[in-house]
């Protein structure tokens, strides 16, 4: 009794890790000989089918895992590249500048966090110490010597008082739309957003949402009618 148990308790386990690895039904069981050694522990066994049958790239149904990739490159626009931090090729989305390398980012940064000190017309010796850094440490940042962390980011927006979007925008403004432009556009809006009061943003929330739910209906009656004159349009 108690090794049927454990049998079927392997068992159970085993279909939990057939769930979690998306793999066909086929290609997990309990008892197989590998070439060369009988594993013995059907969830080694298990283990063991898992990585090889992910190794030659196959998922659930049998779909080939490396052309969703493709398609999911496609969808968010991104291209292979290089970088001089990394050793391997990298993918990125170009915006209207191109593509930035992450050290031309890092410049970006570190120029956004001197002007933003300068404006609360601080020096480094006096903001270092609100960030519990020293005048030495805290200076590397300004000159990109040191990567800006988000903890980092959050500490020096509560001292100096700018919001997280900006150091971003300046960094990468292709992220806000398509043209500098209308990446200009949506970053003075939201800034403008931002210093409304709530019970404003409230009610221009209310409005913006009605917007966006009329211009979805427009654009589906839209594809609608061009579905339905394709269908009437005579096929030579």
């Not at 170009?94 to 050290?103: A, R, S």
Request: one cysteine or more; a neutral charge.
């Amino acid at each position: 009794m108690q090794g049927e148990r454990s049998t079927a308790l392997m068992a159970a386990y085993c279909e939990q890790l057939k769930a979690l690895s998306s793999l066909p039904a086929s290609g997990i069981s309990l008892c197989e000989t590998v070439p060369g050694r009988t594993w013995g522990n059907p969830v080694f066994k298990c283990l063991i089918e898992i990585v090889a049958l992910s190794a030659t790239g196959k998922g659930k149904k049998g779909e080939d895992v490396h052309k969703d990739m493709d398609a999911y490159k496609n969808k968010m626009e991104l291209v292979e590249t290089t970088d001089p931090e990394i050793d391997k090729p990298v993918f990125r989305r170009p915006g209207f500048e191109g593509i930035k390398t992450l050290g031309e980012i890092d410049e970006r940064i570190a120029a956004f966090i001197r002007k933003a000190r300068e404006d609360r017309d601080l020096t480094r010796a006096e903001l270092a110490p609100l960030l519990g850094l020293s005048m030495q440490v805290y200076g590397r940042y300004e000159r990109a010597f040191s990567k800006m962390h988000v903890t980092r980011m959050i500490h020096l927006c509560e001292i100096l008082g700018f919001m997280p979007m900006e150091m971003l925008f300046s960094a990468a403004p292709h992220l806000w739309g398509r043209t500098p432009e209308e990446a200009r556009d949506t970053m003075e809006l939201a800034q403008q957003v931002v210093s409304l009061p709530h019970g404003t943003k409230r009610d221009l929330l209310a409005l913006v949402k009605k917007m966006v739910a009329l211009e979805r209906a427009a654009d589906g009656a839209t594809t609608e009618t061009q579905k339905d004159g394709d269908r009437r349009q005579p096929h030579s």
